[in-house]
Structures are given as structure tokens and as C-alpha cells.
């Protein structure tokens, strides 16, 4: 009985440690979605700044990328340049989502910046976001020309997910890349 009472932390311990070990092994940046090769939810936004409105209609019958951001969001800065460089080789479909955000705040940001998106919605309230399953902006969806979801990339696109993942399974899926 004595050494049970020495043994038993001992041996939970151990399976909490394993565990923790275990936990190490998984990349904390890849969040599952419920939204994987099911089809985009609908929605209409308005278009910023006086441009055409989006909508998922926009997306249909051809593999785009759609990203949403926000001026007050710095990691969307970072990847800002990328997002250029994709909307200049003009393969891809970019769309962007304008996250929580004041419009004019947004459009002055695409004005110093550069615009990569061939449309902008406007989701001041945060509802299509939702539905997308956003955790938080820069987050980019990959949607196939049939209107699923693909792949999901959270936080802001670096040159290795551009390289090793988002260019890859673009010409997979078809996409002019």
C-alpha cells in the first residue's frame, strides 16, 4: 500500500507529461473547420468604397481565394505583399473581406497599399466571418470551382505556406497557377 502512495504520482506524471509531449507533435496553427470540402456559406455583402458588391456567386466556376482582413490588423500588413504578387500574376481569383472594420479606414489601407482584390465585401458586423468559421483576420480560404472550401490558412500567408501549400494545391485543383 506504501508504495502505491509513491507510485501513483509517479505514473500520473508520466501520462500527463506523454500527453503534453504528444501535444508538441501537432502544428498549432492548423485549426480544424467544419467547413472542409463542404460548400462556402451564401452571402451578399457590399462592395467598398462605391465598387461592386460580393457575393458567393462571384466565386463560382473557377478556384479563388478569398481573405479576409482588416486595416487595424498588422499581421494582414505582412502578408499584404504576397497577396500583390498573386493579384499581379493575375492566375488566382483573390477576393477580400473586409473584417470589423470602418470602409474608409479599409479603402485608405488598399490605397497606400495596393488593391490584389478583384472585389471587396464589407462585413462590418463580423456575420459572414462567422459563418466562414474565422477565428480572427488574416485568415484565407481556398474554394474550388464546384464552391467548396478546400483549405483554410490562419494568420497572415507566408512565403513557405505560398510555396509548400496555397501553390501546390491551387494547380491541383485546376487553377491557372
Not at 71 to 90: I, K, N, Q, T, Y
Not at 100 to 105: G, N
Request: net charge positive; charged share 25%.
Amino acid at each position: 500500500m506504501r508504495r502505491l502512495v509513491y507510485v501513483l504520482p509517479l505514473v500520473a506524471f508520466a501520462l500527463v507529461a506523454a500527453y503534453l509531449v504528444l501535444g508538441l507533435r501537432h502544428d498549432p496553427s492548423l485549426l480544424p473547420s467544419a467547413l472542409l470540402d463542404k460548400p462556402a456559406p451564401a452571402f451578399d455583402l457590399p462592395g467598398l468604397a462605391g465598387k461592386p458588391a460580393l457575393a458567393k456567386s462571384d466565386l463560382a466556376g473557377r478556384v479563388v481565394l478569398v481573405n479576409f482582413f482588416a486595416s487595424w490588423c498588422a499581421p494582414c500588413r505582412v502578408e499584404h505583399p504576397l497577396l500583390m504578387r498573386l493579384a499581379e500574376d493575375g492566375k488566382i481569383a483573390l477576393y477580400g473581406i473586409d473584417y470589423k472594420d470602418k470602409p474608409e479606414d479599409a479603402a485608405r489601407l488598399l490605397a497606400q497599399l495596393g488593391n490584389p482584390y478583384r472585389r471587396v465585401g464589407v462585413d462590418r458586423e463580423g456575420r459572414i466571418a462567422i459563418d466562414f468559421g474565422v477565428y480572427g483576420v488574416p485568415e484565407t480560404y481556398v474554394v474550388d470551382k464546384a464552391g467548396r472550401i478546400r483549405y483554410r490558412q490562419v494568420g497572415p500567408i507566408s512565403e513557405d505556406d505560398l510555396e509548400g501549400k496555397l501553390l501546390p494545391l491551387l494547380k491541383q485543383l485546376g487553377a491557372a497557377t
